[in-house]
């Protein structure tokens, strides 16, 4: 069955500290896809970065970066130097083709950052 | 601005009642998917038009329901509303059928049923 977990319910950091949310997914697919999303608290979910199951190559955005890993199974987020602006709620989500040929996107449960001043 | 609009943003109502929520989707995307954000449920796929059609179906109740318009633009409807309905409901659009390359969400409409 096709699951995403994020252990950690809710992290708080002081500014500048680097943080890692964590991310563990279950699938019994060999093509899918792993996404992160953040939600600041207006509301709106914004989505930060897409990744394939056949491209492990770790990737940086800015501040971001993501480190994949297929043998254990996890999507991992870093954060550098973190500000104030990345509190948020930061969600997990794994798409994969089910038995009628549509994609289902699940989400984990979300992670919530404070970054404090 | 993502592009998404979802309208109204806030909505009130009563048990027992039925609303309407309203999505225009992204410029040039073809898909509107619909999820429902609650507590103690997190994000719950609801359902998913391409181009009119229904595409997808995951765990939208009966008393729900959808549709997406010849203009693209798409509406949920929600009736016999209950407490447990109090949600955020968002709407998100991709540019094609597959949701393999991500969404982009609108800022939802907070559902409160009183």
């Known amino acids: 069955a096709q699951k995403v977990t994020q252990a950690q319910t809710e992290i708080s950091v002081v500014e500048k500290e680097d943080v890692t949310l964590d991310c563990v997914y279950e699938?019994?697919?060999?093509?899918?896809?792993l996404f992160w999303y953040k939600q600041p608290p207006s509301g709106e979910l914004v989505f930060l970065i897409r990744?394939?199951?056949?491209?492990?190559q770790n990737e940086i955005s800015g501040r971001y970066s993501w480190n994949f890993q297929k043998s254990t199974s996890s999507f991992n987020f870093t954060i550098t130097a973190s500000q104030v602006v990345d509190s948020a709620v930061y969600f997990c989500?794994?798409?994969?083709?089910?038995?009628?040929?549509?994609?289902?996107?699940?989400f984990g449960t979300g992670t919530k950052l404070q970054v404090i001043p | 601005d993502s592009g998404v609009t979802q309208t109204p943003k806030h909505l009130i109502t009563a048990t027992g009642q039925r609303v309407t929520l309203r999505c225009s989707p992204r410029?040039?995307?073809?898909?509107v998917y619909w999820y429902q954000q609650s507590l103690d449920q997190g994000l719950q796929f609801l359902i998913q038009?391409?181009?009119?059609?229904?595409?997808a179906k995951g765990n939208i109740l009966e008393r729900f329901s959808a549709q997406q318009f010849p203009d693209l633009h798409s509406e949920l409807n929600l009736s016999s509303l209950e407490l447990g309905d109090s949600a955020l409901y968002f709407c998100?659009?991709?540019?094609?059928?597959?949701?393999?390359?991500?969404?982009?969400f609108g800022s939802g409409t907070r559902l409160t049923v009183v």
């Open positions: 998100a659009s991709s540019r094609g059928a597959s949701a393999n390359y991500g969404y982009t």
């Open positions: 699938t019994r697919d060999t093509t899918y896809y």
């Open positions: 990744r394939n199951s056949f491209d492990e």
């Open positions: 989500a794994l798409s994969e083709e089910n038995s009628g040929g549509y994609q289902k996107v699940t």
């Open positions: 410029s040039g995307d073809l898909s």
């Open positions: 038009y391409y181009n009119g059609e229904e595409r």
